[in-house]
């Protein structure tokens, strides 16, 4: 894969972690539970921030290891398969603590990857 297909996928992942935090900014968790389109909308994003994930070559997810892109596999993978018991604590928890973090970090990322572009 080239760096420019990877950085596509970093894009997307910066974006749906935005589309998260947007669609949940103005509620509280019983807010958020009860609001049936921002719950199902806030999951697909945590999904499709998996599935992007797995997108991003080794070479990359080495040296970004302040990213855990375990969890953020594993996460999606739970919300796809396991739909029936989705853990509401542990999403509002993932929503409120992880995201707000993981964006921050995945914006690094993209920075120092656009820095060392323009060096070599």
């Known amino acids: 894969m080239s760096e420019r297909e990877w950085r596509f996928y970093l894009d997307d992942m ?3 972690c935005e589309k998260v935090l947007s669609y949940t900014e103005r ?4 807010g958020f539970e009860s609001d049936e389109k921002s719950y199902d909308a806030t999951i ?6 998996g599935e992007a994930a797995t997108h ?3 070479t990359i997810r080495e040296p970004a290891s302040s990213i855990p ?3 953020v ?3 999606r993978n739970r919300l796809i398969h396991g739909y029936l018991g989705i853990d509401n604590d542990v999403l509002w928890s993932i929503i409120q603590d992880d995201i707000p ?6 914006k690094k990322l993209k920075r120092a990857s656009y820095s060392n572009e323009l060096s070599s």
Request: proline residues 4%; positive net charge; charged residues 30%.
């Open 101 to 106: 973090v993981l964006l921050h970090e995945l």
């Open 69 to 71: 892109w375990r969890q």
């Open 56 to 58: 991003i070559p080794d």
């Open 14 to 16: 910066i974006k749906f």
């Open 27 to 30: 509620l509280d968790r019983k």
């Open 44 to 49: 697909r994003m945590l999904e499709l921030l």
């Open 73 to 75: 596999v594993a996460t």
